[in-house]
Nanobody
Framework: QVQLVESGGALVQAGGSLRLSCAASGRTFSNYAMGWFRQAPGKEREFVATISRSDSTYYAESVKGRFTISRDNAKNTVYLLMNSLKPEDTAVYYC????????????????????????WGQGTQVTVSS
């Protein structure tokens, strides 16, 4: 069992920055690929970014160049640094953990889908005003 707790969501003006954090507890954090997803009102949950056990990263096209995902295995924490925020980034942001059997067992297409992620946080609200 893995417990995930997100923090850092806030109301921010367009063009601003936020850093989301996701603290994990339970199983060995370093054995999991971690992902960030988001869900806006009336829309389906969508992929934002993922980071593998060996720190390979992959981003949705809509956030590439603006968002950065990182992890600190010593602190059992994954981060999402969001720059140049836009009103369309407004959503509840969810952290998720997916078992990754080995460091080399990683696929961008696989870990950009919700399916592999067995553990989810409760979400944190990000609101970007224009």
């Amino acid at each position: 069992q893995v417990q995930l707790v997100e923090s850092g969501g806030a109301l921010v003006q367009a063009g601003g920055s936020l850093r989301l954090s996701c603290a994990a507890s339970g199983r060995t954090f370093s054995n999991y690929a971690m992902g960030w997803f988001r869900q806006a009102p009336g829309k389906e949950r969508e992929f934002v970014a993922t980071i593998s056990r060996s720190d390979s990263t992959y981003y949705a096209e809509s956030v590439k160049g603006r968002f950065t995902i990182s992890r600190d295995n010593a602190k059992n924490t994954v981060y999402l640094l969001m720059n140049s925020l836009k009103p369309e980034d407004t959503a509840v942001y969810y952290c998720a953990a997916a078992a990754q059997p080995a460091p080399g067992y990683y696929s961008n297409s696989y870990y950009s889908r919700p399916t592999p992620y067995g553990y989810w946080g409760q979400g944190t609200q990000v609101t970007v005003s224009s």
